[in-house]
């Protein structure tokens, strides 16, 4: 039977729940015990597609084509599991459930209520992510204890504990102590505030995390041990780290894993950390450093690239490197142009994106990459502009894509729709930046590479499998005339109806894919394209030996 760790966070929003409910979860993977993760989040959207970036950081896409918070990534980058539909649900769906069940006469004339339907339907939405192979299913609560949102969630993570018994679940709190400056003091008094609050719903914790600038002094264990009720041991500092990987490592350091273990009566056995100690060693010790470019519209708001910047220092763990990344606003690029801008680079990264804002300006970084031959890699929409400016610049025509002037002489990239709908069984949605129109390739799809090229030579086999998420796809009525002028197509769908990869030949490493890389990759295992992007990048002129 599987045994559950819930996860509640307090005082603050922003201290890193996911990434302590991850740290969680590859610290007892490395116990040798099989892990599942979900996410429950208090919002009212059925999912974050339609959440704009600015709002809620990336969406992560899963391999069955569900569009979901960036926790999940995280989930995946930290845990050898692949999430799907099972390990993210909203306030939204829980609802929807329920009312399509009311509509459909399930409820047999009943009074449908939070308690105990919405309660119910989050009860069975738990159980969902736990298969027969599971030990343990972390599950991490969204908002802030306090929040009239989160409440269902809690009620029924307080109800869980009875349905499955106590031995069986424990619940972990994240909780702040802050140092305040002036009277140099940590203070546990919002910690005391947040635990109160979680009982008075009914929920003893039994574990807190308390996220400090600072080691918690014993004493200081002691106090907030006995005002919140739990044992001295479980009161764990969770202290700031150099990066996210060493979080596992820094928990063990407090024996957090055998506070749980004797928690959930777990046998005792030591975790094997070696593979995430190399990861940090790694990431601490560079060898040289690159400076990459990445030119897109959200450089404001680092969460919306997530998945992409945790991908890029992948590849740089792969190459003993480390990867300065230089945000550029696209806008910027159309306004005082890709010399003055992209210069002093060494890779330039032109990331996935919707709408027409600052798409010139990522034509241009494309044909600067192109020209300078600086390595270039386009990720999704990066690969559509990469098209866009090679059939503009060198095969003279004026060529755009339909999603920013649909009445383009030639759509080199355009709307295949009609092709989605009689040739997929994948879930088809409206996405927020696809309200005007047409449904989105989501999730996994094969694709077959072509044998000598940069893509095949990175991968080193000739099937893969990534995840997109666009609406827009390469038009095959220009696929000839492009290729003829020197652009090389290295990825196609097993069909070849769908062009995936575009490169050059004459360039040190200029590549687009029409997939997202980003989310297969992880720090013990970087994806191949970012490994083979960073690796050209630290072989342009440029690169610095530290
Ligand atoms: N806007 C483009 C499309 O819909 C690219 C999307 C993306 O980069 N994820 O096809």
Redesign the pocket.
């Known amino acids: 039977m599987s045994k559950y760790i819930f996860i509640t966070g307090g005082v603050v929003s922003a201290l890193g729940k996911g990434i302590a409910a991850s740290a969680i979860g590859s610290l007892l993977e490395a116990k040798g015990l099989r892990i599942s993760i979900q996410k429950l989040d208090p919002y009212i959207n059925i999912d974050p597609g339609t959440l704009s970036p600015f709002e809620h950081g990336e969406v992560y896409v899963t391999d069955d084509g569900c569009e979901t918070d960036l926790d999940l990534g995280h989930y995946e980058r930290f845990i050898n599991q692949k999430t799907s539909i099972f390990n993210n649900y909203t306030t939204g769906k829980i609802y929807h459930n329920v009312i399509t069940k009311e509509r459909r006469g399930d409820y047999l004339g009943n009074t449908v209520q939070v308690v105990p339907h919405i309660t119910d339907e989050i009860r069975q939405a738990i159980k969902s992510a736990v298969t027969f192979t599971t030990d343990i299913l972390i599950v991490e609560i969204g908002g802030t204890v306090g929040d009239i949102e989160s409440l269902p969630f809690l009620e029924a993570i307080r109800q869980f504990r009875y349905d499955v018994g106590r031995e069986n679940v424990i619940y972990i709190h994240l909780t702040l102590v802050p140092y305040i400056k002036t009277a140099g003091e940590l203070k546990t008094k919002p910690t005391q505030h947040s635990v109160k609050d979680l009982r008075e719903i009914g929920i003893q914790p039994d574990i807190l995390l308390c996220r400090s600038e600072m080691p918690l002094p014993v004493e200081m264990k002691k106090k907030i041990a006995i005002h919140c009720n739990t044992d001295i041991d479980a009161v764990i500092s969770a202290l700031d780290v150099e990066t996210v990987y060493e979080v596992p490592i820094q928990y063990k350091l407090e024996n957090l894993d055998k506070i749980i273990e004797k928690k959930l009566c777990l046998d005792n056995r030591p975790p094997d950390l070696s593979t995430w100690q190399d990861v940090v060693y790694k990431i601490k010790n560079p060898k040289k450093e690159t400076k990459i470019a990445i030119v897109g519209k959200y450089v404001g708001l680092k969460d919306a690239y997530k998945s992409l910047t945790e991908a890029l220092s992948h590849g740089g763990i792969a190459n003993n490197a480390r990867v300065r990344l230089i945000w550029v606003d696209s806008e910027e690029v159309e306004a005082r142009g890709a010399d003055r801008l992209l210069s002093d680079v060494d890779g330039i990264l032109v990331?996935?994106?919707?709408?027409s804002r600052g798409i010139e300006g990522k034509i241009e970084a494309a044909k600067y990459a192109r020209l300078k031959k600086v390595p270039y890699f386009g990720?999704?929409?990066?690969m559509?502009c990469a098209v866009i400016e090679f059939s503009r610049n060198v095969c003279n025509l004026s060529a755009n894509?339909v999603?920013f002037d649909p009445d383009t002489k030639h759509p080199v990239?355009y709307l295949m729709e009609s092709w989605y709908n009689h040739r997929t069984n994948k879930i088809e949605k409206r996405s927020s930046?696809?309200q005007k129109g047409g449904t989105?390739r989501l999730g996994a799809y094969p694709c077959n590479l072509t044998p000598n090229t940069k893509a095949f030579e990175a991968y080193s086999i000739n099937k893969i499998s990534e995840r997109h998420?666009?609406?827009?796809?390469f038009n095959n009525s220009y696929r000839e005339i492009l290729t003829q002028k020197g652009m090389v197509i290295s990825g196609v769908s097993p069909d070849n109806e769908l062009v995936e990869i575009i490169e050059l030949d004459d360039h040190p490493w200029f590549l687009g894919c029409q997939f997202?890389p980003e989310f297969k990759s992880r720090p013990i295992d970087p994806h191949p394209l970012f490994r083979a992007f960073i690796e050209a990048s630290l072989k342009a002129q440029r690169a610095l030996f530290i």
């Not at 990331?351 to 709408?355: D, I, K, L, Q, R």
């Not at 990720?379 to 990066?382: A, M």
């Open positions: 990331p996935g994106g919707f709408g990720i999704c929409l990066g559509q894509s999603e990239i930046e696809s989105m998420r666009h609406r827009y796809e997202h």
